[in-house]
Antibody, heavy 120, light 106 residues
């Protein structure tokens, strides 16, 4: 069974930078699209973007393009989501997820999520 | 972007009931449609993928149907642990999009 690990929480001030991680135990890490999904407090799920670690190809939701950067280091089977200047509106739970074998985005393994709180 | 419309937004059921919820896409997504279940404070869990395929280990009381723009999730003999929010999700076209969810109360 694939395990996906994420840090539990980050507390930041507006304007600060942040890079959160997503470590997968899966053997297919390099050859699958790793996704990031946002869930704002009391709201639904939003796909932010995905990365293919083998060649670092990325896909972004236009809503998030330019606001965040998705990256990966296949040597440590870890994906990252990064902000250069956080806003209060970035306060949310951020999940990473890996897809079911044979699909590009049927996410069957989810991390526990990282709760990002941005407040002055 | 493809808009995913779920209905109803909430419903209440009793143990043993049959529950049906729907998801409509604003354009054809073929069968690239998943259903997830999320309980409060937990990560979403994949239930149905490719419109009608039951995820490994998923209870057989869950079934999905549909293609194109209209999809249905059915729960036969609903159980207390089925409470929570159900989301449909299309992955035919980027940006991938979710419905707003159906909240099921048992």
């Amino acid at each position: 069974e694939v395990r996906v690990e994420q840090p539990g929480a980050e507390v930041k001030k507006p304007g600060e930078s942040l890079k959160i991680s997503c470590k997968s135990s899966g053997s297919r890490f390099s050859d699958e699209w790793i996704a990031w999904v946002r869930q704002m407090p009391g709201k639904g799920l939003e796909w932010m973007g995905s990365i293919y670690p083998r060649n670092s190809d990325t896909k972004y939701n236009p809503t998030f393009r330019g606001q965040v950067t998705v990256s990966a280091d296949k040597s440590v089977t870890t994906a990252y989501l990064q902000w250069t200047s956080l806003k209060a509106s970035d306060t949310a739970m951020y999940y990473c997820a890996t897809p079911r074998s044979g699909t590009s985005a049927a996410w069957d393994n989810w991390g526990p999520g990282t709760l990002v709180s941005v407040s002055s | 972007d493809i808009q995913m419309t779920q209905s109803p937004s909430s419903l209440s059921a009793s143990v043993g009931d049959r529950v049906t919820m729907t998801c409509q896409a604003s354009q054809d997504v073929r069968r690239f449609l998943n259903w997830y279940h999320q309980k409060p404070g937990k990560s979403p869990k994949l239930l149905i993928y490719s419109a009608a395929k039951l995820e490994t280990g998923g209870p057989s009381r869950f079934s999905g149907s549909g293609s194109g723009t209209d999809f249905t999730l059915t729960i036969d003999n609903v159980q207390p642990e089925d409470s929570g929010t159900y989301y449909c999700h299309q992955y035919d076209e980027v940006p991938y999009t979710f419905g707003l969810g159906t909240n099921l109360e048992i």
